[in-house]
Nanobody, 120 residues
Framework: QVQLVESGGGLVQPGGSLSLSCAASGDIFRLISMGWYRQVPGKERELVAVITSGGSTNYGDSVLGRFTISREYAQNLVYLQMNSLKPEDTAVYYC??????????????WGQGTQVTVSS
């Protein structure tokens, strides 16, 4: 079992900044990637940003240039720095990881989600 715990959501004004963090723990043999997705009611979950163990990153088009993902893989931590926030960034943000467990099983756990609200 692998657990992901997110923190850092909240309310921020348009144009403001917010950072999220996610810690992975449990039966982790090898961490392949960690990332962030977001979802609003009535819509599908969408990619925000992903970072691989090698440091490669991929961003959703709507956040490119405004959000930055980073990681401390030695501690199984991933961060999301969100700048120039817009009301349309309002969503529940979910942490995701792809890991191999000790028995070489590929796992795809999700965090419980943290609310980000951008409003004046």
């Amino acid at each position: 079992q692998v657990q992901l715990v997110e923190s850092g959501g909240g309310l921020v004004q348009p144009g403001g900044s917010l950072s999220l963090s996610c810690a992975a723990s449990g039966d982790i043999f090898r961490l392949i990637s960690m990332g962030w997705y977001r979802q609003v009611p009535g819509k599908e979950r969408e990619l925000v940003a992903v970072i691989t163990s090698g440091g490669s990153t991929n961003y959703g088009d709507s956040v490119l240039g405004r959000f930055t993902i980073s990681r401390e893989y030695a501690q199984n931590l991933v961060y999301l720095q969100m700048n120039s926030l817009k009301p349309e960034d309002t969503a529940v943000y979910y942490c995701n990881a792809r890991v191999y467990s000790s028995n070489r099983e590929l796992l795809d756990p999700w965090g419980q989600g943290t609310q980000v609200t951008v409003s004046s």
